[in-house]
């Protein structure tokens, strides 16, 4: 079933995409971003992370935790939307990630006023989970704004120009419906309220009109509730915290990193359990 969903979602992007001559180098930089999640991409530059271990007598660990976006949109318009896959495996800590998700992505102003602008992001689509062997259609629904000055979701720069500031948040809710599981007491509808806080310091490496980082200290925090559950598994309150540093290695065509996190907490639409960890990991942006 998941193959057949994944097969006519690629196929229906390479028919959008590939419908007339492209210039490829252009087309990738307009169109496609890279990111570990991608639901609030648009806003939140939380990279996706990779790391592999192949011990030479025993069975190999990883961690890949990306997500990738291509954009439907022309450039008139002031709603983006996508097609979006994300694949998240962990191998590394003590319960497994493995998880996949195909859907569709929106991004858009709502209002706008004179020093405030509201915005909705969020995605709508299917996720297949290999360890607890279910299917299930998913959505996320999440409201943002953004001042005239940062650094609410635009960067607050120092006086100096050497460092800057952002902030993201934001606050919604996400509905699971899982149709099909091993384990047949996680059948049935959630719906979570949910909100996030982003927050990055960055260290410019040049100052420029459109610097790029150096060094950032990033926070970013997930917290989430099942209000409604039909299922037969009380989930109650679930939290995400990522803490990190990042040092920057490459800027363009795709921003290399590597990094070193904090992580405790859970993702149940992504598959991760309840767990507390520390990461290295090569980190990658577009």
Do not use: C
């Not at 062997?133 to 998913?138: A, E």
């Not at 409604?228 to 290399?256: A, C, H, M």
């Amino acid at each position: 079933m998941r193959k057949t969903i994944l097969y006519y979602f690629l196929l229906f992007g390479s028919n959008v995409a590939f419908s007339q001559p492209l210039d490829w180098s252009n087309w990738f930089e307009r169109n496609i971003k890279i990111r570990q999640s991608m639901e609030t991409a648009e806003f939140r530059e939380v990279p996706a992370q990779f790391q592999i271990t192949l011990p030479k007598s025993d069975s190999s660990s990883w961690l890949v935790n990306v997500g990738v976006s291509m954009n439907l949109s022309s450039k008139s318009t002031r709603w983006i939307s996508s097609l979006i896959a994300e694949y998240h495996k962990n191998t590394l800590t003590a319960v497994e990630q493995h998880n996949m998700q195909a859907a569709y992505g929106f991004s858009g102003l709502i209002k706008r006023g004179a020093k405030k602008s509201w915005f909705l992001n969020g995605n709508a689509g299917y996720t297949y989970d290999e360890i607890s062997r279910s299917h299930s259609l998913m959505g996320n629904f999440l409201f943002t704004f953004m001042g005239d000055r940062g650094p609410i979701n635009t960067y607050k720069f120092a006086s100096d120009t050497g460092s800057r500031f952002y902030i993201s948040p934001f606050l919604g809710f996400q509905i699971q419906e899982t149709m099909q599981a091993f384990d047949e007491a996680s059948q049935g509808l959630l719906l979570r309220p949910l909100f996030t806080l982003s927050a990055y310091f960055d260290i410019i490496r040049k100052k420029t009109l459109t610097p790029d980082p150096l060094l950032r200290i990033a926070v970013d925090y997930t917290g989430r509730t099942d209000l409604v559950n039909s299922t037969n598994i009380d989930e109650g309150y679930t939290q995400l915290l990522q803490s990190g540093v990042e040092w920057f290695l490459v800027d363009k065509p795709i921003r290399v990193s590597l990094g070193g996190s904090f992580n405790y907490g859970s993702d149940p639409l992504r598959g991760l359990a309840k767990q507390q960890y520390w990461l290295l990991s090569l980190n990658l942006y577009k």
